[in-house]
C-alpha cells in the first residue's frame, strides 16, 4: 500500500474550481479569499466557495443518526479510510478509542466537517454511547457473530471496528450488543478494514437513509 505525503494529499486536491467571476455572489456563507483565489478542497459542488463553518453547519442539518468507532491501538492507516467513509455517509459522530493522535493521512482532510471523539478506553466509550441511547454493534469475522447482510441495523447504531490485523479488543467485544461479520466468499480469512467499514455504513444507508 503507498502512503502519501502531506504534500501528495494536497496536490491531490489540486481539482476543484478557479478564481469566480466577478462581481461576486450575494452570499454570506461564500469566502471571499476563496472567490478570490479559487477553491481547490476536496468537496462537493455545492460547497464550492463555501466557509468551512457554514459547510459544517449545513451538514449538521441533515446528518444521519449513524455513528462508527475505531480502536486506534496501532496507527493504522485504515483509521483515515474509514473517517473518509464517514464524511461520505455524513455519519453524526466518529469515535476514536485509544490513542488521541490517530492516522489522517487516509482522511484527506474530511475529518474537519465530521464531529470527532476520542476516549481515552472502551469503558469512558461505552458509557458515551450509552448514556446518549446508542446500541453498540461491533464488525468483526470472530466466533458468534452474525452476518450482516442477515441483519437489520438499529436506526441508532455506532458501528465499531478493530485496528487492520488485530480487530476488536475482547473488552470491545464485552460491550457490544451485538457482533455483525462480512461473508466473504474467497480464499482470504479476511478483508481490509476499510472495505469493511463501508461496506457496513451502506448495509445501513439502505434501510434508514
Known amino acids: 500500500m503507498k502512503f502519501l505525503s502531506e504534500d501528495e494529499m ?13 462581481p461576486w455572489p450575494d452570499d454570506p456563507r461564500l469566502d471571499p479569499e476563496l472567490l478570490a483565489a479559487g477553491d481547490r478542497r476536496n468537496v462537493v459542488d455545492r460547497y464550492r466557495y463555501w466557509k468551512m463553518d457554514e459547510i459544517i453547519a449545513d451538514l449538521d442539518r441533515t446528518r ?18 474509514m473517517v473518509r467513509t464517514g ?38 466509550f461505552a458509557d458515551s454511547l450509552r448514556g446518549a441511547g446508542y446500541a453498540i454493534v461491533g464488525v468483526d469475522n470472530l466466533d458468534g457473530s452474525v452476518p450482516l447482510e442477515r441483519t437489520e441495523l438499529p436506526e441508532k ?19 457490544c450488543e451485538k457482533l455483525v ?10 478483508i481490509n478494514a476499510g472495505a469493511a467499514a463501508a461496506i457496513a455504513m451502506y448495509h445501513w444507508a439502505l434501510r434508514w437513509a
Open 157 to 175: 447504531v455506532c458501528l465499531v471496528f478493530g485496528s487492520e490485523g488485530p480487530g476488536l479488543t475482547d473488552e470491545m467485544v464485552s460491550v
Open 64 to 81: 444521519h443518526p449513524l455513528r462508527v468507532a475505531i480502536q486506534n491501538w496501532e496507527h493504522d492507516f485504515n483509521i483515515g479510510s
Open 10 to 22: 494536497a496536490r491531490a486536491e489540486e481539482n476543484g474550481v478557479g478564481p469566480h467571476p466577478e
Open 87 to 124: 464524511n461520505a455517509f455524513n455519519v453524526s459522530g466518529v469515535h476514536i478509542i485509544g490513542r488521541k493522535r490517530w492516522n489522517r493521512r487516509g482522511a484527506m482532510v474530511t475529518d474537519r466537517y465530521l464531529h470527532v471523539h476520542h476516549h481515552p478506553d472502551v469503558a469512558d
Open 181 to 190: 461479520a462480512i461473508t466473504q466468499y474467497g480464499s482470504s480469512r479476511s
